[in-house]
Each structure stands twice: as C-alpha cells, then as structure tokens.
C-alpha cells in the first residue's frame, strides 16, 4: 500500500498573500498637494508732489508726467505688517517708477527685491477740456480714468485693452512665483494692482483680505492648493 501525505488545502486569502508578497511592490499614487503661496498686492507711499492746486487739462498733463517721475515724501514710515509680509515672502517685486522703488525699500530693508516695468501704472492722459475748468489732481485722476476706461482716450499711450492684456501678463509671472510654494509681495500702483487682482480672481484666486486703497494698503489673494 502507498502511503499518501494529505496536504490541508489552502485558503483564498493565503494564497492571495503568497502572490501579492511574489509580486514586484507597487507604489500606491496618492494625490499630492501643490503648495501655492498667496500673492499680497500692496500700493506705494504717498508721492512727494503736492495734490493742493488746481489744473485745467494740460496742465494735469504736466503735473502727472512729473508725478510719474518723482518718488516719496519724506518722513514715512512703512505698517510694520507690510514690513512682515515682505519678510516672510518668498518674492516681492516692485514697479520700475521711482514712487515703487523707494516703496520697497523702505518695505525689504536690506533684503533685495526684482523690479519689473510690466507692474507700472496705467496712463492717465485728460481729456481736452476747455481751460477755464480747472480741478485738483485728484479730481482730475477721476476724469481722466474714466475717459480712458469708458471712451479708450489714450491718445498714443497704452490703450485700455493693451493694458488689460498687461494685466494677465503681469498675473501669470505673479502666479508664477507663487508656485515655488512663498508668498509673493508686489509694491505697486492703485489702479494697475486693480486690474491685476481683476485677472488673478478670474484665474481662480479668492481675495481675502482687502485694505482699500490708501497708501500702503494691500490685499491678499488666495488660491486652493491643487493636487497633482
């Protein structure tokens, strides 16, 4: 008589061990999140040209062009929380006007800073108004950024499409260094930091803080991190 040996028959499960413990080891894919960081539009200090006069139209001219050129008044003192958020930053960027430069340095310190002239400010050219109306700078700022904004007077400057366009070009590199996972701080211009922030939340960036629009103020933006 041959004599057998009774192998107990195995489960489903241990043999479901033995082959995955066979197999090559797999890597499970899990969904990582892309750190953004958020991106702080922030406009200049106080300019150090008078807005105590009255102009008719070329003479606002005048007055902006020299505006464009000149920096800060003496004496300010930049809100230590600008001064934090620069130095937590992992980029801030300024305009190339003169009121930009001196803006971030008094922001950064000793820290340096990229300066780029695609953030400067949109035009602001008068419309030809008859001479015996004249007004303040402030008022004038009015006027003339309506007229370019609803009637496109630029008379040979940047258009207001043109600058639209600047806009999403100057959100895309701002978007751009916000990927490498810092915030980014941007010393700026009022109205331009408008239309920025315009083309940022059309990308799907949330504004969550907003500190209106006096010198200094800034608003930060936001984006959901994204998995990849």
């Not at 990582?32 to 807005?51: F, K, N, T, Y």
């Not at 003479?59 to 620069?86: D, F, I, M």
């Not at 366009?165 to 980014?184: P, S």
């Amino acid at each position: 008589m041959v004599s057998q040996t009774l192998v107990p028959e195995r489960t489903a499960s241990e043999t479901a061990t033995d082959q995955d413990a066979a197999a090559p080891a797999r890597a499970v894919a899990e969904p990582v999140a892309r750190s953004l960081g958020a991106i702080v539009l922030a406009r200049h200090g106080e300019p150090a040209l008078s807005r105590r006069i009255k102009l008719d139209s070329a003479g606002y001219r005048r007055w902006w062009a020299t505006y464009e050129e000149g920096g800060l008044l003496e004496g300010q003192t930049p809100p230590a929380r600008l001064v934090e958020t620069a130095q937590n930053a992992g980029s801030v960027l300024a305009s190339t006007r003169r009121r930009s430069l001196e803006t971030a340095k008094a922001v950064c310190g000793e820290r340096p800073f990229d300066a780029d002239q695609v953030f400067i400010e949109a035009p602001l050219p008068p419309p030809a108004l008859p001479s015996f109306l004249k007004f303040s700078p402030r008022t004038w700022g009015v006027i003339a950024r309506f007229w370019w904004w609803a009637f496109n007077h630029h008379q040979g400057e940047e258009s207001r499409d043109q600058a639209k366009t600047r806009a999403r070009e100057a959100a895309d590199r701002l978007v751009a260094h916000a990927t490498t996972g810092g915030d980014v701080l941007l010393l700026a211009h009022g109205f331009f930091n408008t239309m920025v922030g315009v083309e940022l939340q059309k990308m799907g960036w949330r504004l969550v803080q907003d500190e209106g629009w006096r010198y200094w103020s800034a608003r930060r933006f936001e984006k959901k991190s994204a998995a990849r």
